[in-house]
């Protein structure tokens, strides 16, 4: 092996490192985020629950005088709004996020729901105006591991947060208010779930 070939093969070493620990940075930086996402609304839902068990004392102490069946409706609605209390606090902590968390969390949705083809991602004009330099670089590293690649739309939408994935003529709405519908009756499952065991 001749120093040239030596010095070709050190730098595809050096960039494979250097590839691997920024894959790791995102990975831990994803769980950083995550544990914080998860820890505010936490904090939040037990908030949340303090009052809703206080409602729900009230409620149980006038159930002694009412009807019982009053009562479980006036329990059910109030865990009812405090269920939608969560996922609407959770989803404003999602949109409030910090630009470089906001981003990091479109980046793997991105991963998430991208066809492996080429696309187009379309953002609210607010987004596209404080988008990182590198994004669609970064999108395009993470998906060509399965043939896909992004472009970023000239278009912009009337949109509060999150995107809209174009590719093979298939829109895949990734707002986030579009998301937490989809998958509401699985969020309210695990409130209710939780709500249950207190």
């Not at 906001?102 to 492996?116: C, Q, T, V």
């Amino acid at each position: 092996m001749n120093g040239l070939e030596q010095i070709l093969l050190k730098i595809e070493e050096d960039n494979n490192n250097k590839i691997k620990q920024i894959t790791e940075d995102i990975i831990n930086d994803g769980k950083a985020q995550a544990a914080e996402i998860t820890a505010a609304a936490q904090k939040q839902a037990d908030k949340i629950m303090a009052d809703a068990q206080k409602k729900a004392a009230q409620i149980a102490e006038s159930a002694a005088v009412g009807s019982k069946a009053s009562a479980a409706r006036k329990i059910t609605s109030a865990k009812a709004e405090m269920i939608n209390d969560c996922m609407l606090y959770a989803a404003q902590q999602l949109k409030n996020l910090p630009d470089d968390k906001y981003f990091d969390a479109l980046l793997k949705l991105i991963l998430k729901y991208a066809h492996p083809e080429d696309g187009e991602l379309i953002l609210s004009s607010r987004d596209v105006s404080r988008l990182p330099k590198d994004f669609v670089d970064k999108a395009n590293s993470g998906l060509s591991k399965n043939g896909g690649r992004i472009v970023l739309s000239d278009t912009t939408l009337d949109i509060d947060s999150g995107f809209i994935l174009r590719d093979g003529g298939i829109d895949e709405n990734c707002t986030f208010d579009a998301l937490i519908k989809e998958n509401s009756d699985k969020i309210k499952d695990a409130l209710l779930r939780e709500i249950l065991e207190v």
